[in-house]
């Protein structure tokens, strides 16, 4: 975290030190002539954690003659007479730099005392050394500026409440926390390890579009908008799915995408308009396939940021496999008693009553058991449970199961009471697939605005032959958030989406 500013700007409005500092900038071009923005690279040839790892070994006022050329952004400066102390920090550590007159000569350490100010940024040249009080430190002989900061940082920001002004601010957000910067570092992990897992696979990676004239492959409001030249409505895409199936149709074999989908649905510490999903899918394959897969994605992804043992929000979550695997049918019996094999459609509304649900008449059993999963075991399913046997009335895209065809070969993965991922074994009868997007329309027109489209080219494609195929989604944002104990789906992307200001 960062120290408190310089005692003459801790009690002056920032307004005020924007102008002072930009009227020093000024005065710096004129005076001097020199410009902090001119300079067009540093070579920065060491990182402050290799003098860590290699020069920790120092003690109390020692110094090695091994030139250090650095650079970062000053944190805090502590102006003496013939000495100055500053915090450095760069992208992955910090470090303090020790500048005497003696080291670096009068000019350039006087230029120093003058011209520069915490927040700026800074290339170093120095030895590394231990103080008599043994701080390792940088014992700096040159400093060049290299960009002027005209703004202050901020004063005890691990103490600042607002945390809108942190999403809003990202930048300086990431300046300020080096737990933030982590974070992403650990998403950028994740990223990259379900990358290498996919490919492992043999799967490859394609893109697909994130504009079209239709939105399709989940149940979801989309964004809307118009191209003028095509004189056509578009639509941002609520997920990849129908594209990536059509791709399977046309013998790619194992593809994946990792890439933005958007929902015009609430803002809350679960969902934000714009995410990050993966959508993989593979030729010859099952939802168990899938479902072992996913565990393999989860676990490895677990082992890159951290290990398996994690605490989310003050909770032990175990990411060691094997997960549980229950029906939904299962986790709602032990729930609330509620056997949808021993009941009618009218049995189940009365059921759904007596719990305090809010019926209209119309609900059909399976319906009902997806309101009781909903409000009595979801937010329940804290170690990571792989729920199968969905409803395929709730299913639109999923696999009839042979043996009873009222549910689905579909799972979703939740850990802490939220889904992770969804996956099914695909449906690929055309004529199937055509009635439950006429049932969708239906919906749609009744006035569901998350109901399915109707997608008559995805149906011609499924006419060309579509094989068995599995198929997976999960949710970037939402694992990234429970292997960095983040609270918020906010915490975890950069620039979150936020009213704009007043």
């Known amino acids: 975290m960062i120290d408190e500013k310089l005692p003459d700007e801790q009690t002056i409005p920032e307004d005020e030190i924007l102008k002072q500092r930009t009227d020093k900038l000024k005065r ?3 005076e001097e002539g020199y410009d902090p923005f001119a300079h067009e690279q540093w070579k920065k040839e060491h990182t402050l ?3 860590r790892e290699n020069f920790s070994h120092l003690a109390p006022d020692d110094r090695d003659d091994t030139e250090i050329i650095t650079a970062g952004r000053l944190m805090t400066i502590r102006r003496h007479g013939k000495a100055c102390f500053a915090n450095l920090a760069d992208e992955t550590s910090s470090m303090q730099l020790y500048l005497q007159l003696d080291s670096m000569g009068e000019e350039p350490y006087n230029f120093f005392k003058k011209w520069v100010d915490s927040g700026d940024m800074v290339g170093i040249v120095g030895n590394p050394c231990r103080t008599s009080r043994g701080e390792l430190s940088i014992l700096v002989t040159r400093c060049v500026l290299l960009a002027k900061a005209l703004r202050p940082l901020p004063e005890k920001w691990h ?11 990202r930048y300086v957000d990431l300046i300020a926390n080096p737990d933030v910067r982590n974070t992403f570092r650990k998403r950028a992990s994740i990223i990259s390890t379900f990358r290498h897992v996919l490919e492992a696979h043999g799967s490859i990676e394609v893109e697909t579009p994130t504009l079209a004239t239709l939105a399709g492959g989940a149940n979801a409001r989309p964004f809307s908008t118009y191209h003028n030249a095509l004189g056509v409505n578009m639509f941002l895409r609520i997920a990849p799915e129908l594209y990536l199936k059509r791709l399977i149709v046309g013998m790619l074999g194992r593809v994946y995408e990792i890439g933005k989908s958007f929902r015009n649905e609430g803002i809350d510490i679960m969902h934000n308009p714009e995410f990050t999903s993966m959508e993989v899918y593979w030729a010859y394959a099952n939802y168990v396939d899938i479902m072992n897969l996913t565990e393999e994605l989860v676990v490895a992804s677990a082992d890159a940021v951290g290990g398996r043992d994690v605490v989310y929000q003050g909770t032990p979550i175990s990411l060691h496999p094997p997960f549980r695997r229950a029906t939904m049918a299962e986790l709602v019996k032990e729930s609330t008693g509620f056997e949808i094999c021993a009941v009618d459609d009218a049995q189940a509304r009365d059921f759904a009553r007596k ?3 809010d019926v209209d008449g119309k609900e059909s059993r399976f319906i009902i058991l997806t309101e009781l999963f909903e409000t009595f075991v979801e937010d329940k399913l804290i170690q990571p449970t792989f729920v199968i046997g969905l409803p395929t009335e709730v299913s639109p895209l999923a696999k009839k199961n042979p043996e009873d065809p009222n549910f689905t070969n579909r799972f979703e993965l939740y850990i802490c009471g939220s889904e992770v991922a969804n996956a099914f074994s695909e449906l690929n009868d055309p004529l199937d697939q055509r009635e439950r997007f006429m049932d969708q329309l239906k919906k749609k027109e009744a006035g569901d605005e998350e109901a399915h489209a109707f997608d008559e080219d995805y149906i011609n494609a499924l006419e060309y032959g ?10 970037i944002d939402r694992l990234t958030m429970f292997l960095t104990d983040s609270r918020s789906i906010r915490d975890v992307i950069l ?7 007043a």
Do not use: A, H, N, S
């Open 495 to 501: 620039f979150p989406t936020m009213r704009p200001k």
């Open 159 to 169: 103490g600042l409440k607002d945390t809108e002004i942190r999403y809003r601010q």
């Open 49 to 51: 954690d290799f003098v």
């Open 466 to 475: 579509l094989p068995p195929t599995g198929g997976l989604g999960i949710g």
């Open 28 to 30: 710096l071009r004129e």
């Open 355 to 357: 719990k305090g649900l």
